[in-house]
């Protein structure tokens, strides 16, 4: 069994800055991407941010510049640094990453709950 928990979100003025943290427990063996995904209402799900071991972040073009992804595979954790809000930032945003519960067992990916993004004044 694998678990994902997200924290970090909450209300944010215009400008402002959050930092999400997601943390897997569980049955892991290696972890490969680690990503951040955010779904606005009436939207479908988008990719914000990627990493892969040994290669270089990928953003979507909205957040380059404002947002981070960076890892700590110690801890099993991601963390997304968002700064610069905006109002169209204002989302549920979920973890997922993907993993290996064992030694040569498939690549498999586990989603968090999610957290709500919200920017306003």
């Known amino acids: 069994q694998v678990r994902l928990e997200e924290s970090g979100g909450g209300l944010v003025q215009p400008g402002g800055s959050l930092r999400l943290s997601c943390a897997a427990s569980?049955?892991?063996?290696?972890?490969?991407?680690m990503a951040w995904y955010r779904q606005a209402p009436g939207k479908q799900r988008e990719l914000v941010a990627i990493?892969?071991?040994?290669?270089?972040?990928h953003y979507t073009d909205s957040v380059k510049g404002r947002f981070t992804i960076s890892r700590d595979n110690a801890k099993n954790t991601v963390y997304l640094q968002m700064n610069s809000l905006k109002p169209e930032d204002t989302a549920v945003y979920y973890c997922?990453?993907?993993?290996?519960?064992?030694?040569?067992?498939?690549?498999?990916?586990?989603w968090g709950q999610g957290t709500q993004v919200t920017v306003s004044s």
């Open positions: 569980g049955s892991i063996f290696s972890i490969n991407a």
């Open positions: 997922n990453q993907e993993l290996r519960t064992g030694w040569g067992t498939p690549l498999s990916h586990y």
């Open positions: 990493i892969i071991s040994g290669a270089t972040p």
